[in-house]
């Protein structure tokens, strides 16, 4: 058989360890998954449900449209319905995305580290990476204005930053896709938006309404702790939408995950304790690691990069030997940022559970 020349160069994404895995390879009685920036939560009990009251139909097709999610969404965020597109996670409208956007020749710009399926995408498509070094952990505008040619047909930009949690101002932003050409897409993937605690955290939704070439994506994935039905979404501009309702699949988002996120979206009111959670745990972990005197990078989000060569033991082997212990995170060199791990963000319980293993190393 011959592959396409394209995906020579393309490394497969390695998701976390699951937690039976670790328990049974190790003889573990406990085991605490913090890799994969997930919610410590459960989906609402209400939104649960709604799912078991689905399971009788799944003989059916899904709505291909995804008609009731998508005027809910439409309704949440106001703008029309026709600006609204759904994925099978945020990563499924990545490669819709750039189907529609990329070619040989074209050319993709995005940070150095960042979310590693933005390379994928671009060099599936056999177009061309534009990597720019973080500055200070965090996105550079400067260095991204630099790097925009008249060959660049995407931005990708992640707010806050994955892997680093760190955050741009809306005001930065705006002023970055002021500079952009009109034929340049600036795709603000927004997956970790509610858990930002700064003021400007929804300029993203405005700059998209004021700007054809903004699409802003976010999902169900996190703080709504829906990860295993994925669903993701994005606003865009409605020619945006047409184009990519001519490559996406066909019943795409399938039925409980439609009805999931539905109920999901009606319940955004008992959001703000999941941040109050999220909040706490983050403090926690900053106390508890500068106890330790551990170095880590201040963050937005739900996870945080912690930097790990000054233990005891190779910051190359801190990661297995935290799962000897019981406890998954991500090894930061294979996100780019080797001497650092990323963890997520778990409960009061996982987070004390997670410093007293790394206080073994320390």
Known sequence: MKFVPQIENIEPYVAGTPIEQVARAYGLDKVVKLASNESP???????????AGKFDSLNRYPDAEARDLRAALAERYGVDDRQVILGNGSCELLIWLSLIFLEPGAE?????????VYEEVTLARGATS???PLKDFTND???????????????????????TGTYLS???????????????????????????????????????RANPNVILLRTFSKIYGLCGLRVGYGLCAPEVKTAIDKVRQPFNINSLAQAAALKALSLEDRLEERRALNLEGRQQLYDGLNDLGVDYVPTQSNFMLVEIDQL???SDDVPEQLLRRGVIVRDGAALGCPGYMRLSIGTSGENEFLLEKLAELK
């Open 41 to 51: 939560l459960p989906p609402f009990p209400e939104v649960l449900d709604v799912i």
């Open 108 to 116: 993709a710009v995005f940070a150095d580290p960042t979310f590693l």
């Open 130 to 132: 534009v990597k720019v």
């Open 141 to 163: 505008l400067a260095a991204f204005a630099d790097a925009v040619t008249d060959k660049t047909r995407v931005v990708f930009l992640t707010n806050p930053h994955n892997p």
């Open 170 to 208: 809306a005001a930065d932003i705006a002023a970055f896709a002021g500079g952009l050409p009109p034929d340049c897409a600036l795709v603000l993937d927004e997956a970790y938006n509610e858990y930002v605690e700064e003021d400007d955290s929804q300029g993203g939704l405005e700059l998209m």
């Open 312 to 314: 005891s033991v190779p």
